[in-house]
């Protein structure tokens, strides 16, 4: 097999990469496609022959690669990144909103207050994923200084690229645009109403996703977008567009608490105490950097809010599997228990 296909298939990503995990799964007998969406019980692919639908079960993530047996998805390939947030409800799972993607675009609306919590808990969950993360800021046009707000947000979000948007007179499209590789995969995420599916469009030249309003109350938006679908990017590269999502828990945030905090790590390695929390202990060169300005105390709430909240995860997962592993015991206990006796 050729590491470029034919025909539609090398619209959507096909890379040297993909031709690698196609090699080693060993298949010749199946035909490699990608996941565009994902409905109920089936999913939309794309071959080098064109679109068509397949059944799945499990169901695969919009992104993924896959290997057809007809209609049907026989095999799922190794996925190079996901990115996945804590499924909603008393469940514990992960819920994946894109799989095999290079580039994150955390969407922020500057037509309201901005709200760097929440940009940092995006860029824990994108860090994480095994993609590039870069803010973006949307509706730079309804701000009066949005190259302040920019600077301000670039100097809490340490080490994080932020570029300034606007889709009304077409501000920082061609800097998003260029971010993107010919054969790479870029993923919005963000809140409903901040301007993804503009900026989308923006992308794409054309109005090809629907745009919804914005209340003026409140600036929030309704779910204009309510499926993740994968699109070609005129001149190359892949677009997914997804949801707005008015919460993200995170799933694990083993790396991307440490890539988002880099400063906050980098400063307890000063502390006095290996085990110091950053409170009121003598020699705390995180508490120090509050009171002299050069870190400022919400940042150390967030990452203290979101260390909480990944720790309570591993330890809900970890009950989980022992909980499981307790029911795999008794349910061969019952069996050993139930056979018959020979004398």
């Known amino acids: ?29 199946l035909v490699p496609a990608r996941v565009t969406r994902v409905d109920r019980d089936r999913c939309g692919v794309i071959t080098s022959a064109g679109e068509r639908t397949a059944s799945a079960r499990p169901l695969p993530a919009v992104g993924d690669w896959v290997l057809l047996d007809g209609d049907r998805v026989a095999h799922v390939l190794e996925r190079w990144s996901a990115l996945e947030r804590q499924a909603a409800g008393p469940t514990t799972e992960a819920q994946t909103l894109a799989a095999d993607v290079d580039l994150v675009l955390i969407a922020t609306g500057l037509d309201r207050p901005l709200r760097p919590a929440r940009v940092e808990r995006e860029l824990v969950v994108a860090w994480d994923s095994g993609a590039r993360p870069v803010v973006v800021l949307t509706k730079a046009d309804t701000h009066p200084d949005p190259d302040a707000e920019a600077d301000e947000l670039r100097s ?39 301007g993804k599916s503009s900026l989308a469009n923006a992308l794409l030249g054309a109005e090809v996703l629907e745009v919804g309003a914005v209340r003026g109350s409140d600036h929030k ?27 993200i828990g995170v799933w694990q945030a083993d790396e ?35 009171e002299e300005g050069r870190l400022p105390a919400a940042r150390l709430e967030s990452w203290r809010k979101l260390e909480r909240e990944a720790a309570w995860m591993e330890r809900r997962r970890d009950g989980r599997a022992a909980a499981e592993r307790r029911r795999e015991i008794k349910v061969m206990s019952r069996a050993i228990r139930d056979m018959p006796k020979r004398y």
């Open 1 to 29: 097999m050729a590491s470029a296909l034919p025909g539609d298939l090398a619209q959507y990503g096909w890379s040297d990469r993909v031709h690698a995990l196609v090699a080693s799964a060993d298949r010749p007998d």
């Open 156 to 194: 809490r979000l340490v080490g994080a690229d932020v570029v300034v948007t606007s889709c009304t007179d077409g501000r920082g499209v061609g800097d998003v645009r260029s971010l993107i590789g010919p054969s790479e995969t870029v993923v919005l995420l963000g809140a409903s109403g901040v």
């Open 221 to 247: 938006g309704r779910h204009t977008t309510v499926t993740r679908n994968l699109v070609p990017l005129p001149g190359g590269g892949v677009l997914i567009d997804t949801p707005g999502l008015r919460g």
């Open 256 to 290: 991307g608490l440490s890539k988002t905090f880099a400063d906050i790590e980098e400063l307890a390695q000063r502390c006095r105490f290996g085990d110091c929390e950053h409170r009121s202990e003598p020699g705390c060169a995180v508490t120090e950097a509050i």
